[in-house]
């Protein structure tokens, strides 16, 4: 079945420092990828995403494509922010109803 | 627009009781989601209703029954709590439930302890 890897957390970098989140997919047919975002005490939010390979999906600064060929659709951001602070959800959709969730990954961003 | 809306957002239980969470979401959308979020775990779909008139069950539906008011509503309900059923519950909805690029909008979560 379909399922998504995200790398274990927490995450903790220090204010302006580069951001990769790696997230690794399995899949039958052509999946949509998605990030989303959750801040403490609140809901997901869609953060980005990408619906075929080589697609860039981009958002507050945040980026990651889609590669087929790699299986992967990664999370990056140049230079992080204190607000950046967050769990992020890898997820991907193909045939069915339900989106398919990684672990998550806690970003700690210190001042 | 309030978007996806949930009641309450904070419960504690004994094991046994019963209650209902309820959903509302002021977009017009078709479809929509219940899901649970336990530690380490992701999220994970409980119960979903493609549209209206219609549920069908995901990937943890043991313990649950749903019910699809109308449009706009979508609750979740534990019939005899137990404590495997602490968690974080989120419902979302989305414009509809089979095309692969439909964002789904979330709820902030209702947070239910079962003592």
């Known amino acids: 079945g379909d399922s998504v890897t995200q790398m274990e957390g927490p995450v903790t970098l220090s204010e302006e420092a580069f951001l990769t989140i790696n997230c690794t997919y399995t899949?039958?047919?052509?999946?949509?990828l998605f990030w989303y975002v959750q801040y403490p005490g609140e809901g997901l939010q869609l953060l980005l995403k990408?619906?075929?390979?080589?697609d860039k999906g981009s958002n507050k600064g945040f980026e990651a494509t889609y590669r087929k060929e790699t299986t992967s659709f990664h999370l990056e951001k140049g230079s992080v922010q204190v607000s950046d602070s967050a769990v992020y959800f890898c997820?991907?959709?193909?045939?069915?109803?339900?989106?398919?969730f990684g672990k998550g990954t806690s970003l700690l961003v210190t001042p | 627009n309030a978007g996806v809306t949930q009641t309450p957002k904070f419960q504690v239980l004994k094991t046994g009781q019963s209650m209902t969470l309820q959903c509302a979401q002021d977009m017009n959308h078709n479809s929509m989601y219940w899901y649970r979020q336990d530690p380490g775990m992701g999220l994970r779909l409980i119960y979903y209703s493609a549209s209206e008139g219609t549920t069908d069950k995901g990937e943890v539906p043991n313990g649950y029954n749903v019910s699809r008011l109308n449009k706009r509503e979508f609750s979740l309900r534990l019939e005899s709590a137990a404590p495997s059923q602490t968690s974080v519950y989120f419902c979302?909805?989305?414009?509809?439930?089979?095309?692969?690029?439909?964002?789904?909008?979330f709820g902030p979560g209702t947070r239910l302890t079962v003592l």
């Open positions: 899949a039958t047919g052509y999946p949509s």
């Open positions: 997820a991907l959709k193909s045939s069915g109803y339900a989106l398919n």
């Open positions: 990408a619906t075929k390979a080589d």
């Open positions: 979302a909805s989305s414009e509809t439930a089979l095309a692969g690029q439909m964002e789904q909008f």
